[in-house]
């Protein structure tokens, strides 16, 4: 008689328990069998040869294995990427061994328990950090739901909404009319920053944003952000009741950026972007695309904290589309996960896009929605937990299912 063999796919402590329940196994054995159900693999960059023969052996050693360069046998080479295989089991005899050996070991011990800790486990921002209730409410579900940001473009030339929202009185309606749908933030941005688009001056920014923030700023129970490169209108925005900064280029493009964040202690998003709006576009090359964002990533998350920006407050956002080919955006998605080792909230924005527009035939900006509809379920999925869209009442609709299908409540165990 067949016994309808199937492999599972349990892709978290919570899944694998509930099944062990029901083969009513011991709870004394499930927590004993729990570290051996879950397989990892975790990539390290630039290994120094004798910490790689170390992992090799621990590794081999535990029933686990390390990939390795084959020019380390040989000594052809002084570090090597290392991609190491093993059950929480085995990662934890190896990483308790580890503790024991020198070469700075023990650093990479920690290094590689915290991106595991970090990959397993929802982010957790104390809400008593916020004097803020609209902040504390925000943080306070990150982990539980995904959240949706609405896109407010006050500029005549964005490629999906530019001109509809110059007046101030229809910009205000529109925020208003986001929050009813759901809306948990409110994106406020006042420059272009599409594929070929030319810049503005800060002064010129700052008189599309201010006056709609601070229209809204006492009208909404939920927060601004404001989405600039430039620490002068950001500035204004906070000021004028902006709580968040949304800055596309993790503040390269105007340094002064780091400081002012760490200075208001407010929370900013930084993205990864390669190139500028101008250029971003022109055959962007990349040799390890998610070593490469998630490596610039983890570098503006490290400036910001050494200048005084609290860790806890910082979000971060792959920049679907900025620098990037349609493949490169869709191999993001497909691996967005791996972005939560680097243990802070993940937002992502395909609204509209345009690989969306190519991948189904080249439709027009208008007639994405389902398109963008896909891409949003594939990222909360895959652990976006803020989505940027331009249609915020379907696309909160898209999130609260996926929610109910992918989101446990249980506690991270």
């Known amino acids: 008689m067949p016994h309808k063999a199937r492999v599972m796919q349990l892709n978290t ?44 052996e621990a590794f081999l050693a535990s029933g686990g294995d390390a990939a390795v360069s084959r020019e380390v046998i040989t000594a052809g080479v002084t570090h090597s990427d290392v991609i190491l295989m093993g059950t929480r089991k085995q990662f934890q005899h190896v990483l ?17 328990e915290t991106a595991l800790r970090n990959y397993d486990c929802p982010v957790n921002v104390p809400i008593s950090e916020f004097a803020d209730t609209r902040l504390s409410a925000m943080f306070g579900e990150i982990g539980k739901k995904t959240l949706v940001m609405g896109i407010l473009n006050v500029t005549p030339d964005s490629f999906s909404d530019g001109g509809q929202f110059t007046d101030i009185k229809a910009a205000v309606d529109h925020a208003v009319e986001m929050v009813q749908y759901g809306a948990d933030i409110i994106d406020i941005g006042g420059e272009s920053t599409r594929p070929g688009s030319a810049g503005v001056s800060s002064e010129e920014e700052t008189e599309r944003v201010i006056p709609v923030i601070r229209a809204l700023a006492e009208a909404l129970k939920v927060p601004i952000s404001v989405d600039t490169t430039k620490s002068a209108v950001a500035e204004a925005a906070l000021d ?29 998003i930084l993205q990864h972007t390669k190139g500028t709006p101008e250029c971003m576009q022109e055959s962007p090359v990349y040799d390890d695309l998610l070593g490469e964002v998630s490596g610039f990533l983890r570098e503006r998350v ?12 910082l979000i971060i956002d792959p920049g679907i589309g900025f620098g990037k080919t349609v493949e490169h955006n869709l191999e993001l998605l497909r691996r967005l996960r791996e972005l939560t080792s680097i243990g802070r909230p993940i937002l992502v924005g395909t609204s ?38 331009h249609d915020v009442k379907e696309m909160c609709r898209v999130a609260r299912m996926t929610d109910a299908i992918v989101r446990l409540r249980d506690e991270c165990r």
């Not at 402590?13 to 051996?36: F, S, T, W, Y």
């Not at 390290?44 to 790689?52: A, G, K, T």
């Not at 035939?361 to 398109?371: A, H, N, S």
């Open 13 to 56: 402590d919570i899944e694998i328990v509930r099944e062990m329940q029901r083969l009513n196994c011991e709870e004394m054995g499930i927590r004993h069998m729990l570290p051996k159900a879950r397989h990892y693999l975790v990539k390290l960059e630039s290994v120094r040869r004798p910490i790689v023969h170390i992992l090799k």
């Open 96 to 112: 308790n061994a580890l503790l024991e050996q020198g070469f700075g070991c023990k650093d990479l011990s920690v290094e590689i």
């Open 240 to 268: 004028s009741g902006a709580l968040i900064v949304n800055d596309i280029s993790s503040g390269t493009f105007d340094p002064a950026m780091i400081p002012l964040v760490a200075r208001k202690r407010c929370p900013a």
């Open 302 to 313: 490290r400036e910001f904290v050494e200048s005084g920006a609290d860790e806890r407050l």
């Open 352 to 389: 509209r896009k345009a690989t969306i527009g190519k991948v189904l035939g080249g439709l027009p900006v208008g007639e994405r929605m389902e398109g963008t509809a896909a891409t949003i379920a594939v990222s909360i999925a895959n652990g976006a937990d803020i989505v940027r869209v």
